[in-house]
């Protein structure tokens, strides 16, 4: 193998998959297990609501037989004059809540490092009632002293997505930068990429990198369709393009699948074109479950021979390393 290839597959130092460093990232968090081979929807609301939506999109989640959830208390916004999210004053009876309705694992945007002690507080003051995956926004992938920040403590797992405007490559050091600030509890979510050529869907869905990123790191993978597709339409049948998208995402082996649902979409606080309904929740759970056994049943067909050989085969071209 040339020199250039080597220090290439090399620069994922502690992520990266290469001979001697297979193993695949693997951590329990509450109870819950997260590795390349897990599945989980973690659906919920993308911004925090008032107490009585919050509640109300706990128990659909419990009723679906859900542990995890996704909660956006801080938001960050395009425009200064959109709502900002209800930050640490809402976090009380989101925590409280979702121990209530056995919500385990709650995945939460911190965009600065002070909201990490807020977080500990907040669960603090509840006994502990739930736990919370620390998601690092897209806008925020390249933000290093961030990425350090949530790198240097072991309380909480993160979940880092992809950034919307620069290359895999980049997004994959920035996870690599959580890891080498000491905490390995990383998954790496795909969301869609900023592109006016994915219209009319907010975001060009990149979930066709999914086994990309397999191969090249040890990571479980996520992927958000809600932020890829970002708007309601359906197919002359009546699937969402988000159903789609998502199992477009699972069929290719996405282990987690980040969701926006709503009691009320169209009053939701921020994104409600994106959310689907909680009465929508359990056919999108089916449909999620039907890409899953077809995503096994695919991976199943292959013989260990041919698996060998593929890999054998899998020599990776050059990525097209922008660095800064
Ligand atoms: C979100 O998941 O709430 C979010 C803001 O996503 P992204 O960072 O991918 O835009
Ligand atoms: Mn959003």
């Known amino acids: 193998m040339s020199p250039v290839k080597m220090a290439a597959k090399n620069e994922f130092r502690i992520l990266g998959r290469r001979e001697g460093n297979e193993e695949p990232i693997r951590f329990t968090y509450r109870g819950v297990e997260f590795h390349p081979d897990c599945f989980h929807v973690v ?11 919050t509640e109300r999109t706990f128990r659909a989640l419990k009723e679906a037989g859900q542990v995890c959830a996704r909660m956006g208390a801080y ?18 009876y989101v925590f409280e809540l979702a121990g209530k309705h056995g919500i385990r694992v709650i995945s939460m945007e911190v965009t600065r490092d002070e909201h990490l002690d807020e977080i500990r507080a ?3 003051a509840t006994g502990e009632a739930t736990g919370v995956m620390l998601q690092i926004g897209t806008r925020n992938t390249q933000n ?11 309380d909480f797992p993160i979940l ?18 959580v890891a080498a600030a000491g905490n390995r509890d990383i998954v790496f979510c795909l969301r869609g990429m900023k592109t006016h050529l994915g219209d009319p869907h907010r975001n060009l869905v990149d979930f066709a990198h999914i086994p990309v990123v397999k191969r090249l790191t040890r990571m479980p993978v996520c992927i958000d369709p809600s932020h890829s597709v970002g708007l309601r339409g359906a197919d002359p049948d009546g699937l969402p393009d988000i ?3 998502a199992a477009q995402g699972i069929v290719s082996g996405a282990n987690l699948v980040l969701t926006d649902i709503h009691p009320e979409p169209r009053k939701a606080l921020v994104d409600g074109a994106q959310a689907l309904s909680l009465e929508e929740l359990p056919a999108f759970l089916e449909d999620c479950a039907i890409a899953r056994e077809a995503y096994l049943k695919r991976r199943s067909r292959l013989t260990a021979g041919q698996r060998q050989e593929t890999q054998m085969n ?11």
Do not use: W
């Open 243 to 245: 159903f789609h998208a």
């Open 43 to 53: 659906a919920g609301l993308n911004a925090v609501d008032t107490r009585e939506y």
């Open 160 to 177: 880092i997505k992809r950034g919307f405007g620069i290359t895999l490559h980049e997004s994959l050091l920035a996870a690599e930068y």
């Open 75 to 92: 938001k960050p916004r395009t425009s200064p004059y959109s709502f900002q999210g209800y930050g640490k004053q809402c976090l009380p």
């Open 122 to 124: 907040a669960l603090r």
């Open 144 to 154: 290093f002293e961030l990425l350090k920040a949530v790198g240097s403590q072991r």
């Open 314 to 324: 899998a020599d990776e071209p050059q990525m097209n390393a922008e660095k800064a």
